[in-house]
T-cell receptor, first 116, second 113 residues
C-alpha cells in the first residue's frame, strides 16, 4: 500500500517569510514518482514538479525549492520570500508504477495563507 | 497548446436526473483520469484510461457512475440517476505514457439538489 502524509493542515505566514511544506510518503517499491500540485482559490490544479525515485538532487525554480530525501521518505517544498499569490492548497502526490500503474495517491493537502 | 478542456464548468441538476460531464485531453496524451474532489474525501481517483481502454475503475462509487472514452480526444463521465451526495468538483486529467505528470482541467462543479 502507498500513502502520502501532509501533516500540516494549515499554515499562515506574513509576506516575505520563508515557508516549508512537509510531505512524507510510504511505498514498498523502488521505482516511484513524487509530485507537487498547487490549487489556488480559483480551483484548478496546477502541476509544479515531478521527481523520480532515482534522482535525489534538490531542485530550485525561482522562489520554489524541493528537498527529496529517500532516507526519511520525505519530499518537502519550500517557498522563499512568500507572496500573497502563493496562497493556495498544496498537494503532494505519489505514483508507483510497479504496483499501481498510473494511479496518483494524493496527500490531504496543506492550506497556505500568505498575509500582506 | 490548449490544456485539458472540461464542460460544463458548472452544472446544477435535480436528484434523479442524468448528468454527463465531458473532457477533451491534451493532444498526444494517451492516459486520461477522472477525479472527484470533496471537502470530506479530498481528491479521489474514479477511473483511468490508457489508450482509450479503462484500466482501473475501482474508484467508481457505484453502478450509477459510468465512463467512456470512444476516441483519444474525448471522454465522458455519466451519473444516472444523480443524488445530492454526488455534489462535488469533478476533474479530468491527462498525461503522456501514464507515468508522468498529470495535467488537470478546470473542473466541473456539480450540484445536485
Amino acid at each position: 500500500a502507498q500513502k502520502v502524509t501532509q501533516a500540516q493542515t494549515e499554515i499562515s505566514v506574513v509576506e516575505k517569510e520563508d515557508v516549508t511544506l512537509d510531505c512524507v510518503y510510504e511505498t514498498r517499491d523502488t521505482t516511484y514518482y513524487l509530485f507537487w500540485y498547487k490549487q489556488p482559490p480559483s480551483g484548478e490544479l496546477v502541476f509544479l514538479i515531478r521527481r523520480n525515485s532515482f534522482d535525489e538532487q534538490n531542485e530550485i525554480s525561482g522562489r520554489y525549492s524541493w528537498n527529496f530525501q529517500k532516507s526519511t521518505s520525505s519530499f518537502n517544498f519550500t517557498i522563499t520570500a512568500s507572496q500573497v499569490v502563493d496562497s493556495a492548497v498544496y498537494f503532494c502526490a505519489l505514483s508507483n508504477a510497479e504496483t499501481s500503474g498510473s494511479r496518483l495517491t494524493f496527500g490531504e493537502g496543506t492550506q497556505l495563507t500568505v498575509n500582506p | 497548446d490548449a490544456g485539458v478542456i472540461q464542460s460544463p464548468r458548472h452544472e446544477v441538476t435535480e436528484m434523479g436526473q442524468e448528468v454527463t460531464l465531458r473532457c477533451k485531453p491534451i493532444s498526444g496524451h494517451n492516459s486520461l483520469f477522472w477525479y472527484r474532489q470533496t471537502m470530506m474525501r479530498g481528491l479521489e481517483l474514479l477511473i483511468y484510461f490508457n489508450n482509450n481502454v479503462p484500466i482501473d475503475d475501482s474508484g467508481m462509487p457505484e453502478d450509477r457512475f459510468s465512463a467512456k472514452m470512444p476516441n483519444a480526444s474525448f471522454s465522458t463521465l455519466k451519473i444516472q440517476p444523480s443524488e445530492p451526495r454526488d455534489s462535488a468538483v469533478y476533474f479530468c486529467a491527462s498525461s503522456y505514457a501514464g507515468l508522468y505528470e498529470q495535467y488537470f482541467g478546470p473542473g466541473t462543479r456539480l450540484t445536485v439538489t
